[in-house]
């Protein structure tokens, strides 16, 4: 299964660069060596449900059809089975994820619709070993590697919740995962975000206190 770092790397890969978004995912050869990396096959199916998962998923955090806004566009970062014979994980889904989202700025429905296409049919099943009775993830090879990427999201919406959120600079794509005991961590790095921002604030704040005329 994927882990925490996995998952923050995913959703970290569309950085902005010279105040240009990049998509690190665009390059089949990068993401077949990621996929790799994690125990993935490589190849067009695999990308193709990677990148869906990944840009599902990036809307669900953001509020976003397409993630984080581009650099320069207003927006208002987000805040903060069972026993039985097989358990279903997802149920067919048909939209896509460039649709609309909604204008409160919550998960997007086409985001949620593009996460019940990465889990359609997808199941765990129960099997018996010398430990007791262990749970595995039965899903089309292909598709294999986007279905844990969307349970590992899972767990950590679980294990941490509230936790997980776009960088504060509405100008920086990045998400972060805050594991500090107060949970107040608003920026991606606070060296490339917090303190530019807080570099703004205060030129803004200077130029508002000189007053027009002022020398």
Same mark, same amino acid.
């Given at each position: 299964?994927?882990?925490?770092?996995?998952?923050? *790397?995913?959703?970290?890969?569309?950085?902005?660069?010279?105040?240009?978004? *990049? +998509?690190?995912?665009?390059?089949?050869?990068?993401?077949?060596?990621? $996929?790799?990396?994690?125990?993935?096959? &490589?190849?067009?199916?695999?990308?193709?449900?990677?990148?869906? $998962?990944?840009?599902?998923? *990036?809307?669900?955090?953001?509020?976003?059809?397409?993630?984080?806004?581009?650099? &320069?566009?207003?927006?208002?970062?987000?805040?903060?089975?069972?026993?039985?014979?097989?358990?279903?994980?997802?149920?067919?889904?048909?939209?896509?994820?460039?649709?609309?989202?909604?204008?409160?700025?919550?998960? +997007?429905?086409?985001?949620? $619709?593009?996460?019940?296409?990465?889990?359609?049919?997808?199941?765990?099943?129960?099997?018996?070993?010398?430990?007791?009775?262990?749970?595995?993830?039965?899903?089309?090879?292909?598709?294999?590697?986007?279905?844990?990427?969307?349970?590992?999201?899972? +767990?950590?919406?679980?294990?941490?919740?509230?936790?997980?959120?776009?960088? &504060? !600079?509405?100008?920086?794509?990045?998400?972060?995962?805050?594991?500090?005991?107060? !949970?107040?961590?608003?920026?991606?790095?606070?060296?490339?975000?917090? !303190?530019?921002?807080?570099?703004?604030?205060?030129?803004?704040?200077?130029?508002?206190?000189?007053?027009?005329?002022?020398?």
């Amino acid at each position: 299964m994927l882990d925490d770092q996995a998952l923050m *790397q995913a959703l970290n890969s569309t950085p902005v660069v010279d105040g240009r978004r *990049q +998509d690190l995912w665009r390059d089949d050869q990068e993401l077949d060596r990621w $996929a790799r990396e994690h125990g993935g096959l &490589g190849g067009d199916e695999e990308r193709r449900w990677l990148r869906t $998962a990944r840009d599902a998923l *990036q809307a669900m955090e953001s509020g976003e059809p397409d993630g984080p806004g581009e650099p &320069g566009e207003p927006g208002e970062p987000g805040g903060p089975g069972g026993p039985g014979e097989s358990d279903a994980l997802g149920t067919p889904g048909a939209a896509s994820t460039a649709d609309v989202a909604d204008a409160t700025g919550e998960p +997007d429905a086409s985001a949620e $619709a593009g996460l019940r296409r990465v889990l359609a049919g997808v199941h765990r099943v129960p099997r018996p070993s010398g430990s007791g009775i262990e749970w595995h993830l039965e899903a089309p090879a292909e598709r294999g590697l986007a279905v844990e990427l969307v349970l590992a999201w899972a +767990d950590v919406k679980e294990r941490l919740p509230g936790r997980l959120r776009p960088c &504060g !600079n509405p100008e920086c794509r990045l998400f972060l995962l805050d594991r500090s005991r107060a !949970n107040t961590a608003r920026w991606c790095s606070m060296k490339t975000c917090g !303190n530019r921002l807080k570099a703004r604030r205060h030129q803004a704040r200077t130029r508002e206190t000189s007053g027009p005329g002022t020398e």
